[in-house]
Protein backbone atom coordinates (compact mmCIF):
# COMPACT_ATOMS: atom_id res chain seq x y z
CA UNK A 1 0.00 0.00 0.00
CA UNK A 2 3.24 2.23 0.92
CA UNK A 3 4.36 2.41 -2.54
CA UNK A 4 0.57 2.77 -4.50
CA UNK A 5 -0.05 5.62 -2.12
CA UNK A 6 3.55 7.52 -2.19
CA UNK A 7 3.28 7.76 1.96
CA UNK A 8 5.36 6.04 3.82
CA UNK A 9 8.66 5.37 2.15
CA UNK A 10 11.70 7.12 2.80
CA UNK A 11 14.95 6.70 0.91
CA UNK A 12 18.04 5.16 2.48
CA UNK A 13 20.15 7.34 0.21
CA UNK A 14 20.21 11.86 -0.41
CA UNK A 15 18.55 12.20 -3.60
CA UNK A 16 20.69 12.99 -6.18
CA UNK A 17 19.26 15.86 -6.81
CA UNK A 18 20.16 17.32 -3.59
CA UNK A 19 21.25 20.89 -3.33
CA UNK A 20 21.12 21.64 -7.16
CA UNK A 21 19.10 24.27 -8.37
CA UNK A 22 15.59 23.84 -10.96
CA UNK A 23 16.45 24.42 -14.27
CA UNK A 24 14.22 27.22 -16.21
CA UNK A 25 11.65 24.92 -18.30
CA UNK A 26 9.35 26.00 -21.17
CA UNK A 27 6.27 24.63 -20.54
CA UNK A 28 6.53 22.27 -23.43
CA UNK A 29 10.28 20.57 -21.59
CA UNK A 30 7.97 20.52 -17.94
CA UNK A 31 5.59 18.22 -19.15
CA UNK A 32 7.97 16.38 -20.93
CA UNK A 33 10.20 15.73 -18.46
CA UNK A 34 6.86 15.32 -16.29
CA UNK A 35 5.91 12.44 -18.38
CA UNK A 36 9.51 10.78 -18.48
CA UNK A 37 9.48 10.88 -14.62
CA UNK A 38 6.11 9.57 -14.33
CA UNK A 39 7.11 6.39 -17.00
CA UNK A 40 10.11 6.41 -14.18
CA UNK A 41 7.94 6.18 -11.28
CA UNK A 42 5.52 3.64 -12.55
CA UNK A 43 8.62 1.59 -13.95
CA UNK A 44 9.88 1.80 -9.75
CA UNK A 45 6.23 0.77 -8.30
CA UNK A 46 6.24 -2.11 -10.81
CA UNK A 47 10.05 -3.16 -9.61
CA UNK A 48 8.50 -2.98 -6.30
CA UNK A 49 5.92 -5.50 -6.41
CA UNK A 50 8.11 -8.02 -9.12
CA UNK A 51 10.65 -8.26 -5.96
CA UNK A 52 7.82 -8.54 -3.69
CA UNK A 53 6.22 -11.26 -5.31
CA UNK A 54 9.69 -12.97 -6.40
CA UNK A 55 10.73 -12.62 -2.66
CA UNK A 56 7.00 -14.33 -1.71
CA UNK A 57 8.12 -17.22 -3.47
CA UNK A 58 11.47 -17.39 -3.60
CA UNK A 59 12.87 -20.85 -2.70
CA UNK A 60 16.62 -20.31 -1.35
CA UNK A 61 16.94 -17.97 1.49
CA UNK A 62 19.96 -15.98 -0.27
CA UNK A 63 17.41 -15.64 -3.27
CA UNK A 64 15.01 -13.97 -0.79
CA UNK A 65 17.37 -11.57 0.62
CA UNK A 66 19.02 -10.51 -2.63
CA UNK A 67 15.21 -9.57 -3.54
CA UNK A 68 15.24 -8.00 -0.54
CA UNK A 69 18.22 -5.68 -0.56
CA UNK A 70 17.33 -4.87 -4.76
CA UNK A 71 13.73 -3.84 -3.34
CA UNK A 72 15.26 -1.31 -0.89
CA UNK A 73 17.16 0.68 -3.16
CA UNK A 74 14.18 0.81 -5.62
CA UNK A 75 12.39 2.32 -2.93
CA UNK A 76 15.21 5.26 -3.16
CA UNK A 77 13.92 5.61 -6.81
CA UNK A 78 10.78 5.37 -6.44
CA UNK A 79 11.23 8.47 -3.73
CA UNK A 80 13.16 10.34 -5.88
CA UNK A 81 11.12 9.92 -8.34
CA UNK A 82 7.92 11.14 -6.59
CA UNK A 83 9.61 14.16 -5.19
CA UNK A 84 10.79 15.10 -9.04
CA UNK A 85 7.34 14.68 -10.26
CA UNK A 86 6.00 17.34 -7.40
CA UNK A 87 8.88 19.78 -7.86
CA UNK A 88 7.83 19.06 -11.55
CA UNK A 89 3.91 20.20 -10.73
CA UNK A 90 2.80 16.90 -11.35
CA UNK A 91 1.98 13.35 -10.21
CA UNK A 92 2.31 9.38 -10.71
CA UNK A 93 -0.08 7.79 -13.13
CA UNK A 94 -3.19 7.08 -12.40
CA UNK A 95 -2.84 3.34 -13.76
CA UNK A 96 -0.12 2.76 -11.21
CA UNK A 97 -2.31 -0.05 -8.93
CA UNK A 98 -3.35 -2.12 -12.17
CA UNK A 99 0.49 -2.29 -13.00
CA UNK A 100 1.47 -2.67 -9.69
CA UNK A 101 -0.88 -5.83 -9.74
CA UNK A 102 0.56 -7.05 -13.00
CA UNK A 103 4.19 -7.14 -12.02
CA UNK A 104 3.19 -8.53 -8.42
CA UNK A 105 1.89 -11.69 -10.35
CA UNK A 106 4.47 -12.25 -12.79
CA UNK A 107 7.12 -12.43 -9.89
CA UNK A 108 5.01 -14.35 -7.88
CA UNK A 109 4.72 -16.90 -11.35
CA UNK A 110 8.54 -16.30 -11.87
CA UNK A 111 9.43 -17.14 -7.98
CA UNK A 112 7.34 -20.50 -8.28
CA UNK A 113 8.93 -21.44 -11.52
CA UNK A 114 11.68 -21.29 -9.99
CA UNK A 115 14.81 -19.39 -8.39
CA UNK A 116 16.93 -19.70 -12.15
CA UNK A 117 13.65 -18.33 -13.55
CA UNK A 118 13.26 -15.86 -11.13
CA UNK A 119 16.88 -14.28 -11.12
CA UNK A 120 16.37 -14.02 -15.17
CA UNK A 121 13.53 -12.53 -14.84
CA UNK A 122 15.30 -9.66 -12.75
CA UNK A 123 18.04 -9.89 -15.14
CA UNK A 124 15.89 -9.38 -18.68
CA UNK A 125 13.83 -6.58 -17.06
CA UNK A 126 17.06 -4.28 -15.38
CA UNK A 127 17.90 -4.86 -18.99
CA UNK A 128 14.69 -2.90 -20.41
CA UNK A 129 14.82 -0.62 -17.45
CA UNK A 130 18.51 0.29 -18.68
CA UNK A 131 17.26 0.94 -21.83
CA UNK A 132 13.85 3.02 -21.09
CA UNK A 133 16.47 5.34 -18.86
CA UNK A 134 19.55 5.81 -21.67
CA UNK A 135 16.45 6.93 -23.86
CA UNK A 136 15.17 9.07 -21.49
CA UNK A 137 18.83 10.88 -20.32
CA UNK A 138 19.08 11.53 -24.32
CA UNK A 139 15.77 13.50 -23.75
CA UNK A 140 16.03 15.87 -21.13
CA UNK A 141 16.88 19.30 -21.58
CA UNK A 142 20.70 19.73 -21.61
CA UNK A 143 20.21 22.32 -18.45
CA UNK A 144 18.15 19.93 -16.11
CA UNK A 145 20.72 18.91 -14.01
CA UNK A 146 18.38 17.43 -11.63
CA UNK A 147 16.70 15.08 -13.50
CA UNK A 148 19.54 13.60 -15.23
CA UNK A 149 21.23 13.01 -11.64
CA UNK A 150 18.69 11.15 -10.60
CA UNK A 151 18.28 9.20 -13.74
CA UNK A 152 21.97 8.61 -13.76
CA UNK A 153 21.96 7.07 -10.76
CA UNK A 154 18.67 5.12 -11.01
CA UNK A 155 21.28 3.62 -14.75
CA UNK A 156 23.78 2.77 -12.24
CA UNK A 157 21.97 0.91 -10.06
CA UNK A 158 19.64 -0.96 -12.26
CA UNK A 159 22.73 -2.04 -14.26
CA UNK A 160 23.97 -3.73 -11.19
CA UNK A 161 20.53 -5.07 -9.80
CA UNK A 162 20.75 -6.99 -13.48
CA UNK A 163 24.56 -7.98 -13.00
CA UNK A 164 24.20 -9.39 -9.95
CA UNK A 165 21.01 -11.36 -10.93
CA UNK A 166 23.29 -13.39 -13.40
CA UNK A 167 25.85 -13.83 -11.41
CA UNK A 168 23.40 -15.34 -8.48
CA UNK A 169 22.56 -17.94 -11.29
CA UNK A 170 19.30 -16.42 -13.29
CA UNK A 171 18.74 -17.62 -16.41
CA UNK A 172 19.67 -15.39 -19.21
CA UNK A 173 16.90 -15.23 -21.64
CA UNK A 174 16.29 -16.14 -25.12
CA UNK A 175 15.86 -12.94 -27.51
CA UNK A 176 12.02 -13.71 -28.13
CA UNK A 177 11.11 -13.45 -24.39
CA UNK A 178 12.90 -10.44 -24.14
CA UNK A 179 10.78 -9.16 -27.13
CA UNK A 180 8.03 -9.96 -25.78
CA UNK A 181 8.70 -8.64 -22.30
CA UNK A 182 9.85 -5.00 -24.39
CA UNK A 183 6.33 -4.91 -26.18
CA UNK A 184 4.49 -5.02 -22.18
CA UNK A 185 7.21 -2.56 -21.60
CA UNK A 186 5.48 -0.35 -24.50
CA UNK A 187 2.18 -0.77 -23.53
CA UNK A 188 3.64 0.56 -19.70
CA UNK A 189 5.65 3.30 -21.05
CA UNK A 190 3.47 4.72 -23.58
CA UNK A 191 0.30 5.13 -20.92
CA UNK A 192 1.93 6.38 -17.80
CA UNK A 193 3.10 8.88 -19.86
CA UNK A 194 0.10 10.57 -20.28
CA UNK A 195 -2.60 8.94 -17.75
Known amino acids: MRTLANRGNSAGRESPATGHSESRLSERERRHVAGLMRVNHTGEVCAQALYQGQALTAR????????????????????????????????????????YGLSFTLGAVAGAIGDKVSLGFVAATEERVCNHLKEHLRQLPDDDRKSQLILQQMLQDEQRHGDNALAAGGADFPRPVKEVMALVSQVMTRSSYWV
Do not use: K
Open 60 to 99: LPTVREEMREAAAEEIDHLVWCAERLRELGSRPSALNPAW
